[in-house]
């Protein structure tokens, strides 16, 4: 699935269960998001990347993030993940691994970052 699709889907499934509803009260939406790495463009990123999470993507993408660097704000990376930034973007919950390009970063049982490919 297509980054694209995702939110497709997510905006479409707003729009029928706000259809579905009698009166506000009736449905309360909540979605579980996790953390999707390698799929922002420019300036569309969520908050912080930690040198931990550098250090786990390039290790893993043999260096293809090495123009990152940290930073604590949203819309401060300076370019796309296909330009060599890493950055991440929420996205519902099980869906990163099904988005081109999606990994997420996970600690390992000593506590150490790593990637989770999906594979």
Request: proline share 2%.
């Amino acid at each position: 699935m297509k980054k694209r699709e995702v939110i497709i889907a997510a905006a479409l499934n707003g729009i029928i269960l706000n259809a579905n509803a009698n009166s506000p009260s009736d449905v309360i939406v909540t979605q579980e998001v996790e953390k999707c790495y390698g799929i922002q463009k420019k300036e569309q990123n969520g908050c912080s990347i930690s040198k931990e999470e550098i250090t786990a993507a390039n290790q893993a993408f043999k260096n293809k993030f090495k123009k990152s660097t940290t930073f604590e704000c949203s819309g401060n990376v300076p370019g796309s993940a296909k330009n060599g930034f890493l950055a991440w973007v929420y996205v519902a919950k099980s869906s990163c691994h099904k988005i081109e390009g999606g990994f997420l970063i996970v600690k390992d049982s000593k506590g150490n970052k790593i990637v989770d490919k999906g594979n």
